[in-house]
């Protein structure tokens, strides 16, 4: 269990697409200093306007597979099949919560699952699309994917929403807004410091 006044990991889940990084951004806007965000480390190229060190840790291949040899990560997982790998550094989580913060990871499915074996207490957020209608018209519009790409995310969509009752709490994103306050009100009913 976690002390009173000490740190503790929120995990946020939920399908690509389903808007989870604006949502986590606002959440983070409403909760700092309480609330920080771990930085994933990834593989993959920055996409335009992603800065190292703010939006992700861009390592390359080789430099990710020694950090995880070295035991850098606290979870790795290579996502949708491309040959990109995706974790989370220990060094982006015990600094925040040994200095009593709460550390948000925007994480999969499979990363959740990993990160609660180590923290089992950890506040786990699952965003739910209204339908997966909804969810394959928020990947269509984005215009960046493949039919294939897009077939492939709606399909691991499917299974992740399939897992979402192993996540304590579950929010629906219809509005940013509502999505935001909903999350808020968990975080805050779980005592995350003001």
Do not use: C
């Not at 939920?14 to 771990?38: C, D, F, I």
């Not at 999350?183 to 995350?192: A, C, F, K, P, T």
């Amino acid at each position: 269990m976690t002390a009173p006044g000490s740190g503790k990991l929120v995990l946020v889940s939920g399908p690509s697409g389903v808007g989870k990084s604006t949502v986590v951004r606002e959440v983070l806007g409403n909760l700092t200093p309480s609330l920080v965000r771990s930085v994933s480390a990834t593989t993959r190229s920055p996409r335009p306007g992603e800065r190292d060190g703010v939006d992700y840790h861009f390592l390359t291949p080789a430099e990710f597979v020694r950090r995880r040899e070295l035991g850098d990560f606290l979870e790795t997982i290579e996502v949708f099949g491309q040959g990109f790998w995706y974790g989370t550094l220990w060094d982006a989580v015990r600094p925040s919560l040994a200095a009593g913060k709460w550390v948000l990871l925007e994480i999969d499915v499979a990363g959740a699952e990993v990160v609660l074996r180590e923290f089992p207490d950890a506040v786990t957020i699952f965003i739910q699309p209204s339908t997966l209608a909804e969810l394959e018209h928020r990947l269509r519009s984005r215009g960046t994917e493949t039919e294939e790409a897009i077939q492939r995310r709606l399909e691991v969509a499917r299974r992740e929403i399939a897992l979402a009752d192993r996540y304590t709490h579950q929010v629906v994103n219809d509005t940013v807004s509502q999505a935001v306050t909903d999350i808020v009100h968990i975080l805050q009913d779980r005592g995350i410091p003001k």
